[in-house]
C-alpha cells in the first residue's frame, strides 16, 4: 500500500461552522471576486476624486440640475445658502436675502400676496394650500431662467384648471347690485352734447375726452371736475337760492355769512380771509353766494355746521368734504384727506400766542404725525370705522321738527351741487372716481385698442344705439352706477387655446409690489445679511 502524498499548506481545506466542515479557501474569497473588489474600489475611489474635482473647479456641474439664474448667479458654488442637506428650499432661506422689513407681514410672503393691489386685510387669512416660494419659484433654469414665470401648471395646481371653462366671473360682473356711484350721470346725454360742441363724428372720440389713459396705456386717470366738467357745469351764473341768515339768536336757524365765520373764527376757517366778499349778496335777513365753486368752502363750512346740529358726535367724519363711503381698498384716501384738512388747519393756528390755540395745535400736531406713519406704511390696516357717522336718531340733539327744518335748509343751501351729487345726511355722498376695476389683475388697454374698438367690450350702457342709431334707451339702462365693464365671456371671445394666449401669467401678476424694497437702510444696517 503506497503512502499518499501530503498537501502542501495552501490547498489545504479550512473549515466552518461548530461541526468544523472542511472547505477550500478559494471557495470563501474566489479569485475573480477579489479582482471586482479592487476594480471598484479604485473606481470608486477615481469618481470620489472626479466629484472633488467637479465641486471645487467645475461648479459642481455633476451635483446640480442646472445654472442659477443671473439674480443668484453669486450662489452657484455656495449649495448651503439655499438647500439644507437631501431637503428642497424652505422659505426661511429665501426670506434670508428678500425679507428686510422686519413686519409682520413680509413682502414676499402669502400674506402679502393676498393683500396685493386689492388692500383688503378681510383677504389676509392662511391657506391649507399655500407652498414653499420654490414650488412655483424653481431655480437651475439658466441664467436667462426668469422667476416670476409660473407655468399654468403651477397655477392650476390650487386653483381652477382652465381660464375657458372654469375661470370664475369678474367680481365687478358678478355682483347683481350696482355700485353706488354717488353722482347723477348719464352717459348717452354728456355724449351728445360733447359731440356736438366740439364737432365729434366719432362716439368713441368723446368717450376719450374724458377717460384719459395714462401713460401706459394700462389704466384711466380719475375723472377730474377742473379738467372734465368746468367747461359746462358751475358757470358764472350759477346762484344758490337766497338762504336765511342766522341771527343773534344761536338757536336760530340759518347759515353764517362770511363776515360772521372770520369774527367766529377757530380751526378750518382760514380761507375765510382769502374769500370773495363780492360772491355773497346779502339783502336783508337772506344771503346768496353767486358764483359757485367746485368744493366750495362757504357751503361746505355752513354744510358742516348744519350736519353737527344733527349728528354731534361725527368724529374724524368732520375732517372729511363728503361721506366716508369708499370701497375697502381705498381707506387710505380718507385718512389723506383728514391729514390734508388737519395740515391746513395748523397753518391757521400757527403763530397764534392763546395758551388755548397752542394746546389745540399740539394735539392737532400729534394727529398729524400718527396719521402721517401709518399713511406711509402700506401694511398698516386702517379702519374706516373711525370716520364713521353716528347714523342713530337717539344720538341726535334736535327734535324730530328741527331734523326736518335743518334738512331744509341742506336742500337749499346744496341744490346746485345735487345737480350731479348726492346729499345725505347734511353730507356730500363721495363720488366714486376710481376707474381701476380690476384689483388682481393686470390689463393692457393699449395692446387691445389694435384689435378692437371701446365700444366692442364696453358695451352694457348701449351708447352707439342710442348715439348711432337713434335708438330710444330707458334712463335705467345709462346711470353712473353702471360700471359699463366687459365680462369674462368678452375677454374668452378672443382668450383661448386656439387663439391669443390665455395663460395666467398673462393677466395676473401674483408678486407682491417691489416698492417697499427702496429702503435702501433696510439692507446696509447691521445684521441685514
Not at 437651475?140 to 384648471?161: E, I, K, P
Request: charged share 25%.
Amino acid at each position: 500500500m503506497s503512502q499518499q502524498p501530503i498537501k502542501s499548506k495552501a490547498k489545504m481545506k479550512g473549515t466552518y461552522g461548530q461541526a468544523r466542515l472542511p472547505v477550500a479557501r478559494s471557495y470563501v474569497l474566489p479569485p475573480g471576486r477579489r479582482r471586482a473588489l479592487w476594480i471598484g474600489a479604485a473606481l470608486a475611489m477615481l469618481a470620489a476624486g472626479w466629484l472633488l474635482v467637479d465641486f471645487f473647479y467645475r461648479d459642481a456641474h455633476l451635483i446640480s440640475t442646472g445654472e442659477l439664474s443671473s439674480g443668484h448667479a453669486l450662489l452657484e458654488n455656495n449649495c448651503g445658502a439655499c438647500h439644507d442637506a437631501f431637503d428642497t428650499v424652505q422659505n426661511e432661506r429665501c426670506e434670508t436675502c428678500h425679507e428686510k422689513l422686519g413686519d409682520e407681514i413680509g413682502t414676499y410672503s402669502f400674506t402679502a400676496h393676498y393683500l396685493y393691489r386689492s388692500g383688503d386685510f378681510e383677504n389676509v387669512e392662511t391657506s391649507a394650500h399655500e407652498v414653499p416660494c420654490a414650488t412655483c419659484h424653481g431655480e437651475h433654469g439658466g441664467r436667462d431662467a426668469d422667476l416670476t414665470t409660473v407655468s399654468n401648471g403651477q397655477c392650476q395646481a390650487c386653483h381652477f384648471d382652465s381660464f375657458d371653462d372654469d375661470h370664475p366671473q369678474f367680481s365687478f360682473a358678478a355682483n347683481d347690485e350696482p355700485d353706488r356711484s354717488g353722482i347723477t350721470f348719464a352717459h348717452i346725454e354728456h355724449i351728445a352734447e360733447l359731440m356736438d360742441q366740439e364737432a365729434l363724428d366719432d362716439v368713441e372720440q368723446a368717450c376719450l375726452y374724458c377717460h384719459n389713459a395714462q401713460p401706459d396705456g394700462r389704466n384711466f386717470e380719475p375723472i377730474s371736475f377742473d379738467r372734465h366738467c368746468d367747461a359746462c357745469h358751475l358757470t358764472i351764473g350759477t346762484a344758490t337760492p337766497r338762504l336765511p341768515i342766522q341771527g343773534s339768536d344761536s338757536g336760530s336757524l340759518g347759515v353764517l355769512s362770511l363776515e360772521a365765520i372770520r369774527e367766529q373764527g377757530g380751526v378750518g376757517t382760514r380761507w375765510s380771509w382769502f374769500a370773495n366778499p363780492n360772491e355773497l349778496q346779502t339783502v336783508g335777513s337772506r344771503i346768496r353766494k353767486s358764483p359757485l365753486h367746485h368744493l366750495d368752502p362757504w357751503v361746505l363750512h355752513n354744510l358742516r355746521r348744519l350736519r353737527t346740529r344733527l349728528l354731534p358726535d361725527a368724529g374724524l367724519a368732520d375732517l372729511l368734504t363728503a361721506t366716508p363711503n369708499v370701497p375697502e381698498h381705498e381707506v387710505k384716501n380718507l385718512y389723506r384727506e383728514a391729514l390734508a384738512t388737519l395740515e391746513e388747519q395748523a397753518v391757521g393756528l400757527r403763530g397764534r400766542p392763546e395758551p388755548a390755540i397752542q394746546e389745540e395745535l399740539e394735539r392737532i400736531t400729534s394727529m398729524i404725525e400718527s396719521l402721517g406713519r401709518r399713511i406711509e406704511d402700506p401694511l398698516v390696516d386702517l379702519d374706516e370705522t373711525d370716520f364713521l357717522l353716528a347714523l342713530d336718531s337717539s344720538d341726535a340733539h334736535v327734535t324730530g321738527e328741527q331734523a326736518e327744518a335743518i334738512h331744509a335748509l341742506v336742500d337749499s343751501l346744496t341744490g346746485p351741487c345735487q345737480q350731479c351729487h348726492e346729499v345725505e345726511n347734511a353730507t356730500i355722498v363721495r363720488v366714486q372716481d376710481d376707474q381701476q376695476t380690476l384689483r388682481h389683475a393686470e390689463f393692457d388697454h393699449h395692446a387691445h385698442i389694435l384689435q378692437a374698438r371701446c365700444l366692442d367690450c364696453h358695451n352694457e350702457i348701449p351708447i352707439e344705439q342710442a348715439i348711432a342709431e337713434g335708438a330710444e334707451i330707458d334712463p335705467a339702462e345709462d346711470q353712473a352706477s353702471i360700471q359699463n365693464l366687459p365680462k369674462l365671456e368678452v375677454c374668452q371671445d378672443c382668450h383661448s387655446d386656439r387663439r391669443a394666449v390665455n395663460d395666467c401669467v398673462t393677466c395676473h401678476v401674483f408678486h407682491p409690489d417691489k416698492d417697499r424694497s427702496n429702503q435702501m437702510l433696510l439692507y446696509t444696517s447691521a445684521g441685514a445679511g
